[in-house]
């Protein structure tokens, strides 16, 4: 890869991009949510079978595109990424966000974490408070670990 400036992941990041974009446009992803709508603007999430509006669901690849980080990786990835009407499904996005976490191996402790990280210092006091765990000090290290072993059932 010979372009200026460009490394090769950012390169691969930039097909990638382009052809996701494409993807918006495919008749499949059009029919999945068309099979998925319960009344104008709403949808019923694959997993979870809670009513959403359109802003809140996304259609999902059953089986991951998988990596794009060569040339040898491209038709395998573009054969995934416009797959058939079977391969797709419309899920919430809390429930599209966990799939894929899980799918880059994480753990339901670890996404909850991630999820706890992201609070700003006085959501994540509240949220031990509804847990009944009295926060310690004012030490985020401190209140993730609080939390973590909450998740893991040692609290």
Known sequence: ?????????RYWQWVRSGLRKQWQRYPNRYQALSNAKISRGKYECAECQHIFKNKEVVVDHIKACGPLSSYSDLAHFVRRLFCKLGELQVLCKACHYTKTMHE??????DIELIKFKKLRADG????????????VGKNATRRIEQYRQYLEGKK
Not at 1 to 9: E, F, L, R
Not at 104 to 109: A, E, H, I, K, S
């Open 104 to 109: 880059r191996g994480l753990t339901d402790v």
């Open 124 to 135: 994540q006091r509240r949220k031990l408070g509804r847990i009944d765990i009295a926060p």
């Open 1 to 9: 890869m010979n372009v200026k400036g460009w490394t090769a992941p």
